[in-house]
């Protein structure tokens, strides 16, 4: 049994991420077993559903939260702790037998939170004159790898899906520290091998999921995702060389060097920042459809939210990076203005074209100039772009504003989504990739209306490309005003 509820998890910095993920409203769910804790415990549970898609696949997470009188005894919070977490895992067992034609690639996560109800035995009265009287503490539990080996033995096979348990306080952590969506989904992969590892052992390969989370964020497995695009870039010829920034933070966390955290600071700076920056793009262009009904888009808002969102820490680290790196170009560079061309390190077919306005109103290279043309830009880039698995450009019009001691970003913003290539098409991008390999003369000269930097874009056509017009999906066009980073 179980109904929606429109209710959102307090996750902590990370659910505000994860909501534009959320597929439908929360599912209240009732557990089979649970009706002994309310009867023998003096218990009462509330558990919710939450089902979100990620890029790389399906997310579910079930929150079960278990209200216990304030005077329970610590060997009966263990038993049921015990007989909470079974009754999940047999849910679990039951949803999954429902869906076994279902190859998706998913994970699963128990998030079991413990409250004590002080002063009274239940947590459901909480009228005005009784609520002094509900006082809510939350126990602070953990599970970790031993649990499973010595006190609650489950099957973990790697051929079958697993529900991966944690603590409310542990999952708030880990929130905390994953900071994207991302990085959450790689470290459920990671927890998950470290758990199967412990059974294949009998030897716990972690003692706490805060631990293992500190673990996984000082290692340089961080970065194999982004590690796999920069050599697909290399390989697609659309760059050169390794990102030497990749390198040298890479080589840091492999050999665990003072710089290391360094870096790690960095990361999560930018990733707050580019999380901040996409919140408010998304929401200036909401307020701008409340005032213009003609400029309706046929998806929701929350798809391009989720293109912008579905970065890990070094691409948000690069695009930040990037941005801010305009205030050490040259005073000639900014006048005239310029383009530099980025690539998202978690999904090699994104592909970002960061226009640096001209700083002369009436210039070549100005705002009033290039903006309108914003769109016709994305196409060029996905028409020339030797990426066979190109999904999106995203074009980012920059311009630095200085007012009094104060300095603005103003950006626009164009999303444009590319068509999946049929295999004829990828062979004769393959041809076109050949020929260009042989053909030694340089396709970059001053006919570009832009300065490009930082980028190994040709001049090769590749028409192949249909326009991106299809299934009904618009461009989005935004403009936002954010204060900018002051240099030191």
């Known amino acids: 049994m179980s109904h929606s509820i429109s209710t959102m998890p307090d996750w902590g910095y990370l659910t505000t991420e994860l909501a534009c993920y959320l597929q439908t409203d929360a599912t209240a769910v009732a557990l089979t077993g649970m009706h002994m804790l309310e009867h023998d415990y003096n218990a009462q549970y509330i558990a919710r559903h939450y089902q979100y898609q990620l890029t790389l696949g399906k997310l579910q997470l079930l929150e079960l939260t278990l209200y216990l009188p304030f005077d329970t005894g610590l060997a009966n919070i263990e038993a049921v702790r015990m007989i909470a977490v079974k009754a999940a895992l047999s849910w679990y067992k039951a949803s999954l037998s429902k869906n076994e034609d279902n190859d998706a690639v998913s994970y699963e996560a128990l998030i079991f939170d413990i409250q004590l109800v002080g002063g009274r035995s239940s947590a459901a009265q909480n009228d005005k004159d009784n609520k002094k009287h509900n006082v809510l503490q939350r126990l602070k539990h953990s599970f970790g790898a031993r649990y499973f080996l010595e006190d609650l033995v489950v099957d973990m096979n790697e051929n079958t899906q697993q529900l991966q348990v944690f603590s409310w306080d542990d999952w708030y952590s880990i929130a905390a520290a994953v900071r994207t969506p991302c990085e959450l989904w790689h470290f459920l992969s990671y927890h998950l091998e470290q758990l199967q590892h412990s059974a ?289």
């Open 200 to 488: 294949t052992s009998h030897v716990p390969s972690f003692e706490s999921e805060e631990a293992l989370v500190k673990k996984f964020l000082q290692s340089p497995d961080l970065f194999v995702s982004a590690i796999a695009v920069d050599n697909a870039l290399i390989k697609n010829e659309a760059q050169d060389e390794p990102n030497p920034a990749l390198v040298a933070i890479t080589l840091a966390y492999k050999n665990q060097s003072t710089t290391a955290q360094m870096y790690h600071q960095h990361m999560l700076q930018a990733a707050m920042l580019w999380s901040q920056l996409s919140m408010q793009m998304i929401e200036t262009y909401s307020e701008k459809q409340k005032t213009n009904t003609d400029d309706q888009l046929d998806v929701p808002l929350v798809y391009w939210q989720q293109q912008l969102l579905d970065e890990s820490l070094f691409s948000r680290h690069e695009l930040i990076r990037t941005i801010y790196r305009h205030l050490k170009q040259s005073a000639s560079l900014q006048k005239d203005g310029y383009v530099v061309h980025q690539h998202s390190y978690e999904s090699l077919g994104r592909h970002y074209v960061l226009v640096f306005y001209g700083q002369e109103a009436t210039g070549h290279n100005s705002k009033a100039t290039v903006q309108p043309k914003l769109a016709q830009i994305a196409k060029d880039v996905a028409t020339r772009l030797p990426i066979i698995e190109l999904h999106h450009v995203i074009v980012l019009g920059i311009d630095f504003i200085t007012e009094a001691d104060d300095t603005f970003i103003d950006i626009d913003l164009w999303i444009q989504p590319v068509d999946t290539m049929t295999q004829r098409e990828r062979q004769l991008t393959k041809q076109l990739q050949r020929l260009k390999h042989q053909d030694i003369q340089h396709q970059h000269d001053s006919s570009q209306p832009i300065q490009q930097t930082d980028s190994k874009m040709g001049a090769t056509k590749k028409a192949i490309r249909k326009d991106s017009q299809v299934n009904g999906r618009p461009q989005v066009h935004l403009n936002l005003s954010i204060p900018a980073r002051k240099e030191k």
